[in-house]
C-alpha cells in the first residue's frame, strides 16, 4: 500500500484534469489520487474516471460548487477525513509532481520525526496555443526564474526547535506544494473551517502558520513541482483580481485562536501582532478597488480568448491529424524533470 497521497481539488478546468491523470496513467503511479470536485458543473464521477485512468487510484467525491474560499476548504477538510496515508501533497490540476522530489522527500521523513513538510523548487512554464482559448497542451516555453524567487532567502529550512522562532520564517514554509503530514495536513483545514476563512490569504494563514507550529520544515535542491503559469481562472486568482483581501481585525481574530487552541501562548501572540502587512496580504477593511493594470489584464483575458475561439476551426482541423495531442508537452515536462533532477546547482537555466 502507497504511503503517498495526492490531493487534486477541482473548480473546473476539466482539460486540465485530464491532462494531469492521463499523464500520471501513463507512468502507472501508484500513489492515491484524491480529487474532491467542488466544480459548478461536474462532468466527473468515479466510474468515469476509474473506466479511463485505470492505472490510477482514484478516489472521486462530490462536493457542492465552490463559490468562495469557505466552500473550498468544507471540501478539502471533508475529504481529508478519508485520507489515511501518511503523507500528501496538495497540487492544482494545471501543474505537474515530480516523482523523485516525493521519494527523497518521503524517505528524510521517515527518519526525522521532527519535520512535518519537505519543500522544493517549483518550475513555472507557459504552454503557448495559438487557435484554442483553453491551452491545456501547445508550445512550452520555460520561464527563466523560479516561482517565489524575488522573496528572498525563502529556500531554507526552518529547524529552530523553538516554534516561536519558527513562525517568524512565516514565508519560509512553502506548503502549497510541499509533501506534508497528513495530519498536519488535517490540522489546517480542520481550524480553517472553523474559522470559516473568507479568501485565499486568510488560507495562507493556516497553510503557513498551522504547518509551521506543528513543527519543522526541510527544503531540498529539487524541482517539487512543474506550474503552468499561464492558465485561467482559479478562487486565487479572482481574489487577486477583485481585491478581496485580509483584513487586520481578521487577523488578529485568526491569532485569539491559536491562542485559545493552545496553538500559541499571548505572548507568542502578542509579538505577531506587528508582522508586516504586505506579508499577510492585508488591505485596507473596505474592498480594494481595482487598478488599471488589473482591468487590463480583465479586458486582454477577454479578448484574447474572444479571439481565439473564432480561430477554433484551424486547431480543429489540426486535431483530426493528431493521434496524441499531449505527446510533445509530456515528452517536455519528463526532460524537464529529468534535467533539474541530476544537476547540484538548481539555478542553472535549462
Not at 528524510?108 to 512554464?125: P, R, T, W
Not at 507557459?126 to 491545456?136: A, E, G, H, T, W
Not at 520564517?169 to 483545514?189: A, G, Q
Request: glycine share 2%; proline share 1%.
Amino acid at each position: 500500500m502507497s504511503t503517498i497521497a495526492i490531493v487534486l481539488p477541482l473548480y473546473g478546468r476539466s482539460d486540465f484534469t485530464l491532462r494531469f491523470l492521463d499523464f500520471y496513467n501513463r507512468k502507472k503511479c501508484n500513489f492515491s489520487f484524491y480529487i474532491p470536485d467542488g466544480s459548478k458543473k461536474k462532468i466527473f464521477n468515479q466510474k468515469i474516471l476509474e473506466k479511463k485512468f485505470k492505472n490510477l487510484k482514484i478516489i472521486y467525491k462530490s462536493y457542492p460548487y465552490d463559490k468562495n474560499m469557505y466552500m473550498y476548504v468544507k471540501k478539502l477538510s471533508s475529504i481529508s477525513e478519508i485520507i489515511n496515508e501518511k503523507y500528501l501533497m496538495l497540487i492544482a490540476n494545471d501543474d505537474f509532481f515530480n516523482f523523485k522530489f516525493i521519494a527523497e522527500s518521503k524517505k528524510f521523513l521517515d527518519k526525522n520525526s521532527e519535520f512535518v513538510s519537505v519543500a522544493g523548487f517549483v518550475k513555472n512554464i507557459r504552454v503557448i496555443l495559438p487557435f484554442k482559448s483553453i491551452n491545456d497542451h501547445g508550445h512550452v516555453i520555460i520561464q527563466k526564474s523560479f516561482q517565489y524567487q524575488s522573496y528572498g532567502q525563502i529556500f531554507n529550512d526552518v529547524n529552530s526547535d523553538d516554534k516561536n522562532e519558527r513562525i517568524k520564517n512565516y514565508l519560509m514554509s512553502l506548503t502549497y506544494e510541499s509533501l506534508i503530514r497528513t495530519s498536519v495536513f488535517k490540522k489546517i483545514f480542520s481550524l480553517a473551517k472553523e474559522f470559516k476563512v473568507k479568501n485565499s490569504f486568510e488560507m495562507n494563514w493556516f497553510m503557513n502558520f498551522i504547518v509551521l507550529t506543528s513543527g519543522k520544515k526541510k527544503h531540498i535542491k529539487l524541482i517539487s513541482q512543474i506550474r503552468q503559469s499561464n492558465t485561467y481562472r482559479g478562487l486565487g486568482q479572482d481574489d487577486m483580481l477583485y481585491g478581496k483581501g485580509a483584513t487586520k481585525s481578521r487577523f488578529l481574530k485568526f491569532l485569539k485562536m491559536l491562542e485559545r487552541k493552545k496553538i500559541l501562548t499571548s505572548k507568542n501572540s502578542r509579538s505577531l501582532k506587528n508582522m508586516d502587512n504586505d506579508l499577510l496580504n492585508i488591505w485596507d477593511e473596505e474592498r480594494k478597488k481595482l487598478t488599471i493594470k488589473k482591468k487590463l489584464i480583465i479586458q486582454y483575458v477577454f479578448w484574447r480568448d474572444l479571439i481565439k475561439n473564432m480561430n477554433y476551426i484551424f486547431y480543429f482541423f489540426w486535431l483530426l491529424f493528431t493521434k496524441d495531442k499531449y505527446h510533445r508537452l509530456f515528452k517536455k515536462i519528463n526532460s524537464i524533470f529529468k534535467y533539474y533532477n541530476s544537476k547540484n546547482d538548481i539555478f542553472k537555466t535549462f
